[in-house]
Nanobody, 127 residues
Framework: QGQLRESGGGLVQAGGSLRLSCAAS???????????MAWFRQAPGNERRFVAH????????AYADSVKGRFTVSRDNAKNTVTLQMNSLNPEDTAVYYC?????????????????WGLGTQVTVSS
């Protein structure tokens, strides 16, 4: 019914940048602009953690403290995509990055009750 697919991960040196994209497809996302979108990440041995959120219309965003000022989330409702621009990367940003979608409003980064999840894309930052 609905699928999220991340892309853009890879290996980058500390201080570098990467741009992740997430494409939503399937009938579920015929009304993509009804979905709030978010990015999470999970480093080896750690729990999955909130990174960024963007509202349905893109007017509202939220970020984890660890990425504020370095990461920017945006979306294109005409293309059913959400993007995470990551700058000034450091080794602590190494993780698998997941995008997620839900109809319910954003309640905070602690809330991981999303309706759909992608399979993730690996980001590795070398020192």
């Amino acid at each position: 019914q609905g699928q999220l697919r991340e892309s853009g991960g890879g290996l980058v040196q500390a201080g570098g940048s990467l741009r992740l994209s997430c494409a939503a497809s399937g009938r579920t996302f015929d009304n993509y602009n009804m979905y709030n979108m978010a990015w999470f990440r999970q480093a080896p041995g750690n729990e999955r953690r909130f990174v960024a959120h963007i509202s349905r219309d893109g007017d509202s965003t939220a970020y984890a403290d660890s990425v504020k000022g370095r990461f920017t989330v945006s979306r294109d409702n005409a293309k059913n995509t959400v993007t995470l621009q990551m700058n000034s990367l450091n080794p602590e940003d190494t993780a698998v990055y997941y995008c997620a979608a839900r109809l319910a409003p954003f309640l905070g980064g602690y809330d991981q009750r999303y309706d759909y999840w992608g399979l993730g894309t690996q980001v590795t930052v070398s020192s």
